[in-house]
């Protein structure tokens, strides 16, 4: 065994482990921050935006120097079905303000910077070493273990994702239970940026994010999404794995017919797809979410099941940035005391009660159940969509109501009982 004993082991590059190991670092603490890609940001993806505010809290003014890709000004949800669409748009240079704005990202290029941020201030970064598992002393967690490398710390930040096999280890939590999971795949299709500007109406070096619910996902429970990055788009589909699995959907042949909608086809029109990738969500909030401590050991970000859901927000990255500095303030509280014990680090959830991750959390508690309303994903995209095309239609006929018109589209797609009843969930759960 190796002698090597760093103050703090971090497991994982993405926004949660880079940020605790920053904010370590930043303590002159020495933090080992260990990431199996070959390079942060190698293995990681999503949709596509960063919201500001948490991590302008740890470096003020981060996205002049960030690698971000276009500032969102404009906000979309679409409603489809077979072959038509129902846009609803924001556009607003309010929502570029910072810094309550938010970015399009690249991953691969994103995390890089970060974690390049956490080695600056003087954290060791391992890449391409995957921790296989945990040492113990005792029933503490003392360090970790890759491949034949053993390396000890005071204590171990569990920042390893969605499927943390460090959180199952720790005896933090059991499978990951397949109803609280989506699966989300992405495609960048690279574009020159006036042709991005011109398709969604921007301004120069301007971004747009689309959230589409209907047809993209063939009834099943989950949504599309498009976000404009500064050359290219990220396009993808997420569905849910216990819907996608009862349905018995092809994910890549979904990929393609949503690509081939008329509502998307044009925007993407003489573009290359460059990158193709795909990754778990964990989705199910509170109800998910793991303990949050053992001895000698945290869990944060992802692999605490930090997301939000709201059906038309997916959150994950500021929710990561601001545990992993929430854990690194908790590590931070214990070491001044001595002691990494479990009674100790559960600061670290007190400390969490105060921020906007349990906030968040708590607020969209009842967003994961209200979204398993199959009729969201079929009935009332359909309802949006044949009564605009009914507004919209002269046939020459003896006119009716607008008020008429749409109980008449009602009455025929769902009883009043219903819809009262899911409109009540839904207005609960945001
Ligand atoms: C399709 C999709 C769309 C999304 N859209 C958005 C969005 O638009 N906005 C948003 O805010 N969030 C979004 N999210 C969620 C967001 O990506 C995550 O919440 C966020 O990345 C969590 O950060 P993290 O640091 O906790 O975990 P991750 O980013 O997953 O990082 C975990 C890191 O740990 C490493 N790792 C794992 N196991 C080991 C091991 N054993 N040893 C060493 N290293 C290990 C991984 O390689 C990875 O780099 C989306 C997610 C998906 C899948």
Redesign the pocket.
Known sequence: MSEEKFDCIV????????TAALELARQGLEVLL????PA????????????SHSLHKIIPNFWEEAPVERCVEKEELCFLTEGGAVTVSLASPELGEPPDHSFTVL?ADF?AWLAGKAEEAGAVLATG????DLLLSGDRVCGIR?GEDEILADVVIA????????ARKGGLRGELPSRYV?????EVIALPARAIEDRFGLGEGKGA?RLFVGACTRGVQGGG?L?TNRESISL?L?FSLHALSEAGVSVPEAVEDFKLHPAVRPLLAGGEVVEYSA????EGGLAMQPRLVAGGMLV?????G??INTGFM???????VT??ATAARAVLAAREKGDFSAATLKIYEEMLRETHVSWDLEAYRNAPAFLETPRLYTTYPELVVEMMADLFKVRGARPKPVRRMAIEHLKRRVSLIQLIRDAWKGARSI
């Open positions: 497991v994982g590059a993405g926004p949660a482990g880079s260990v990431e199996r890609g942060p940001g190698s293995k990681n993806m999503m949709g596509g935006r960063l919201y991953r995390d070493v995957r921790v296989d890759a920042a390893d994702g969605v499927n943390s096999l460090l989506s699966v989300g795949v992405k994010a999404f976000y993808g997420v990754h778990l969500v964990p944060c970000g992802d692999a605490a930090m997301v997916v959150r994950g990255m500021d929710l990561a545990a992993g």
